[in-house]
């Protein structure tokens, strides 16, 4: 079972091999990582960890210009644990933490805490106060780093921003293919206003960790497998002050989702967010909506 630490331990840890990142979204370069993370700590005996960061440090210093969030930690930790990672420190990224000195974050924190016996991170990676620390600090102190190359798709560099932009297009084959599967949400079903309900469409209040999504609209998705139609957004017909929520309706079905954690899949695109004229053009719309979701998956 995989260990979660939320703070850097004062005494020694076990020896272990230690990959180092943001991790937003698990793309094919995280997955490269990790996988590379986990051969190397079974080759050398040792356990395998990650250290990563919540919020993401832009999050702390800009957060009007911080990107959006293609995951939450929750789901980020879910895909440690499939990928075989043996323990997690989730470092909380603070001023306090984000002026720690390349010195001090090598030697107190890698070496005198985590002992950190192989490192690996990406070739752009940078740490420390201001950024200031980079690969080659690395390799100046004696650490044995794995330094990994840029995974490439279609002749460019897979990333988080590019998968952002794939996403905010309505791309969603392109999102997939640089995730390496159909993009995702999961959260907690939540009793909501009850307006789906009202309108003949009840609907799945999946609780949002976090309030910039990477994508917005309405969407043909499968909910944990089921076929469904879904609208993320802040609801701009229904009056009152504007909310982000996750609104899905399984399309064909009839049973109680409140409390479940769910997981939805994102396909396709059907339309953006629109305001309508009432009620009944957002019944008419919803219907239109569900008719091609519907059509889309058979």
Do not use: W
Request: net charge positive; with cysteine.
């Amino acid at each position: 079972m995989m260990q979660i630490l939320r703070h850097i331990p004062a005494a020694l840890q076990a020896p272990c091999v230690l990959a180092i990142g943001n991790f937003d979204g698990i793309h094919l370069g995280h997955q490269d990582l990790l996988q590379k993370l986990v051969q190397a700590a079974k080759e050398r005996r040792l356990s395998s960890a990650v250290m990563t960061f919540e919020p993401h440090p832009r999050e702390l210093f800009a957060p009007e210009k911080a990107p959006a969030r293609l995951c939450s930690l929750r789901e980020k930790l879910e895909y440690f644990s499939s990928a075989g990672v043996e323990r997690v420190y989730v470092c909380a990224f603070n001023h306090r933490f984000a002026n720690v000195s390349v010195s001090d974050f090598m030697q107190r924190i890698l070496r005198q805490s985590l002992n950190a016996q192989v490192i690996l991170v990406g070739d752009d990676f940078r740490f420390g106060a201001q950024r200031a620390g980079s690969t080659r600090d690395f390799m100046q102190a004696g650490f044995n780093l794995m330094k990994l190359p840029q995974v490439d798709l279609d002749g460019d560099r897979v990333s988080s921003t590019r998968v952002r932009s794939a996403l905010a297009n309505g791309q969603l084959d392109e999102a997939a293919k640089l995730l390496g599967r159909p993009y995702s949400i999961s959260g907690k079903v939540v009793y909501g206003a009850q307006l789906g309900r009202k309108l003949g469409f009840p609907t799945a209040n999946v609780h949002m960790r976090h309030e910039r999504p990477a994508l917005t609209g309405v969407y043909a998705v499968k909910l944990d497998g089921l076929n469904a139609v879904a609208n993320l957004g802040v609801r701009p017909t229904v009056a009152g002050v504007p909310k982000l929520s996750l609104e899905v309706h399984v399309l064909d079905f009839n049973e109680n989702l409140y409390g479940r954690h769910v997981h939805v899949e994102f396909f396709h695109k059907i339309r953006d967010e629109m305001k309508f004229d009432g009620l009944d053009a957002l019944k008419a719309q919803i219907t239109r909506d569900a008719d091609v979701a519907r059509k889309f998956f058979i």
